[in-house]
């Protein structure tokens, strides 16, 4: 969806390097997640945010950080990265305006990360 | 907490239709089954939500008993383009609010 970006599109880097993968959306949408998808799996949370003051743990938090500089950015950084973090990152984004619960997600083009 | 099965892969053919079950014993009352749909290297895409009985839209139907204790979605006369993955989602709640969790999906592949 075009109204959700992810910066950069792809990554190389290397063991021990901080990386910051950037998410920005144009849907006035309060609610942003972080998702990361290895072969064969689905997607597991990383961090949610509900708005700009909330920020929660999602099921595979460790290693991971992040900051929701505005309602509009979701940033998601690796302070020290490992090989073990390679895989697809995806932003989503969701209003609860509507039912408030299992609303609609709208995903980003994702970031493929790989650390060597 | 509420989780969802979903067989890992399902193979088809075109023109035929193919239904996909999901099974949720836990679900909540107030929650909702939602599926997505996701290609190789894409972000998933939503493509239908329903509560109770059956919901229909121009993509695909969804199918829910009584008990809501399962869900089948079923995508009519599939083309290559169908060739996707597939995952049902029910709500978990966390703090008093339902936090999306995805599965592994189902691996739909059609041939021609």
């Known amino acids: 969806d075009a109204d959700v970006t992810q910066t950069p599109r792809n990554r190389i880097t290397k063991t021990g390097k901080r990386i910051m993968l950037e998410c920005s959306q144009t849907?006035?949408?309060?609610?942003m997640y972080w998702y990361r998808q290895d072969p064969g799996l689905g997607l597991r949370l990383i961090y949610y945010?509900?708005?700009?003051?909330?920020?929660n743990k999602g099921e595979i938090s460790d290693g991971y950080s992040v900051s929701r500089q505005a309602q509009a950015k979701f940033s998601l950084s690796l302070e020290s990265a490992i090989p073990n973090q390679t895989a697809l990152y995806f932003c989503?984004?969701?209003?609860?305006?509507?039912?408030?619960?299992?609303?609609?997600?709208?995903f980003g083009p994702g970031t493929r990360l790989t650390v060597l | 907490l509420a989780k969802t099965t979903q067989p890992i892969s399902m193979d088809s053919y075109e023109g035929q239709e193919v239904n996909i079950t999901c099974s949720h014993n836990?679900?909540?009352?107030?929650?909702?089954i939602t599926w997505y749909q996701q290609f190789p290297s894409q972000g998933p895409r939503f493509i239908i939500q329903?509560?109770?009985t059956k919901v229909t839209n121009e993509v695909a139907s969804l199918f829910i008993p009584a008990d809501r204790k399962s869900s089948t979605l079923s995508l009519p006369r599939v083309s290559l383009s169908d060739t996707a993955v597939y995952y049902c989602?029910?709500?978990?709640?966390?703090?008093?609010?339902?936090?999306?969790?995805f599965g592994r999906g189902t691996s739909l592949i059609v041939h021609p």
């Open positions: 989503a984004t969701s209003d609860p305006r509507g039912r408030g619960d299992n609303e609609e997600q709208f």
């Open positions: 849907k006035g949408h309060d609610r």
């Open positions: 945010s509900f708005d700009v003051k909330d920020i």
């Open positions: 836990n679900i909540a009352t107030n929650d909702y």
């Open positions: 329903g509560y109770k």
């Open positions: 989602l029910v709500g978990d709640m966390k703090g008093g609010s339902y936090i999306p969790t």
